[in-house]
T-cell receptor
Framework: LAKTTQPISMDSYEGQEVNITCSHN???????ITWYQQFPSQGPRFIIQ???TKVTNEVASLFIPADRKSSTLSLPRVSLSDTAVYYC???????????FGGGTRLMVKP | SAVISQKPSRDICQRGTSLTIQCQVD?????MFWYRQQPGQSLTLIAT?????????ESGFVIDKFPISRPNLTFSTLTVSNMSPEDSSIYLC????????????FGSGTRLTVV
């Protein structure tokens, strides 16, 4: 199983762009990279998924370099409501996409 | 995406008793997953439940402690048996999304406190 490494915590201020990087050195050829967001007292919520290069949706962007050994979740102009834990997962099939690392606890301050 | 209803949302139980948590999905899904999340920690997969077969448990989790039922493609239960305070956690069910994205949808969880 591909292991992921993320910073334990990050602080930011409202309106700033936040970039959270995840390392996954032993990512396999078929693996996708998926990010989840979790608020207190809720289950994780799917944010974005990518395989290579850049993916953008209405919530975030995901940057993946050519070697795919890392990925960066970019949250544009964060607000207080973006305070949450963000998890990076790597895998393809059910059964190997389900290993959650420690996640990054993002605190957005006014 | 699938909508998951998980019950109960929270409960306080006496040690030595058992609690059954229900997970209902609004669409048919092949695989359902049960997780445990201890306070302030990440999620740990307990088991994978396929309809019509025995659940597959992860290391450290056994069927006698966490029996799982999967009677059809939209429903599953997880029982936490013979509870102790160490079982106090949030228990979440999850399903794999079909379609282009290889992602998962989670229920809102059951917050269990054992006293």
């Amino acid at each position: 199983l591909a292991k992921t490494t993320q910073p334990i915590s990050m602080d930011s201020y409202e309106g700033q762009e936040v970039n959270i990087t995840c390392s996954h050195n032993n990512i396999a050829t078929n693996d996708y990279i998926t990010w989840y967001q979790q608020f207190p007292s809720q289950g994780p919520r799917f944010i974005i998924q990518g395989y290579k290069t850049k993916v953008t949706n209405e919530v975030a962007s995901l940057f993946i370099p050519a070697d795919r050994k890392s990925s960066t979740l970019s949250l544009p102009r964060v607000s207080l409501s973006d305070t949450a834990v963000y998890y990076c997962l790597v895998g393809y099939n059910a059964g190997n996409m389900l290993t959650f690392g420690g996640g990054t606890r993002l605190m957005v301050k006014p | 995406s699938a909508v998951i209803s998980q019950k109960p949302s929270r409960d306080i139980c006496q040690r030595g008793t058992s609690l059954t948590i229900q997970c209902q999905v609004d669409s048919q899904v092949t695989m359902m997953f049960w997780y445990r999340q201890q306070p302030g920690q990440s999620l740990t997969l307990i088991a994978t439940a396929n309809q019509g077969s025995e659940a597959t448990y992860e290391s450290g989790f056994v069927i006698d402690k966490f029996p799982i039922s999967r009677p059809n493609l939209t429903f599953s239960t997880l029982t936490v048996s013979n509870m102790s305070p160490e079982d106090s956690s949030i228990y979440l069910c999850s399903v794999e999304e079909t379609g282009e994205a290889h992602g998962y949808t989670f229920g809102s969880g059951t917050r269990l406190t054992v006293v």
